[in-house]
């Protein structure tokens, strides 16, 4: 069983990124799937949430209308596109189902 997240990176103010999370190992299309961050010395937040057959999403009212949360069931993938990016932003960016989470992956956006 694996969620790989990936797709971060440094990007300055006002850029984009794509984040993607991809799922193996059980039935991804059944469960819904979470994006949180966690800044050094902070603690979890909740970004974007997705239901099994994407037709629900939520987002934290800190990222409403610059991330996009969506679901591709037939690749088994979750993407976040971030636009608007800004240094709060900057956090390591992780990917949930009710059981599991991957490794996470550094967004850092600075000049």
């Known amino acids: 069983v694996q969620l790989v997240e990936s797709g971060g990176g440094l990007v300055q103010p006002g850029g984009s990124l794509r984040l993607s999370c991809a799922a193996s190992?059980?039935?991804?299309?059944?469960?819904?799937v979470t994006w949180y961050r966690q800044a050094p010395g902070k603690g979890r937040e909740l970004v974007a949430y997705?239901?099994?057959?994407?037709?629900?999403?939520n987002y934290a009212e800190s990222v409403k209308g610059r991330f996009t949360i969506a679901r591709d069931n037939a690749k088994n993938t979750v993407h976040l596109q971030m636009n608007s990016l800004q240094p709060e932003d900057t956090a390591v960016y992780y990917c949930y189902t009710l059981r599991y989470r991957g490794q996470g992956t550094q967004v850092t956006v600075s000049s």
């Open positions: 997705i239901s099994s057959d994407g037709g629900s999403t």
């Open positions: 190992g059980f039935t991804f299309s059944m469960n819904a």
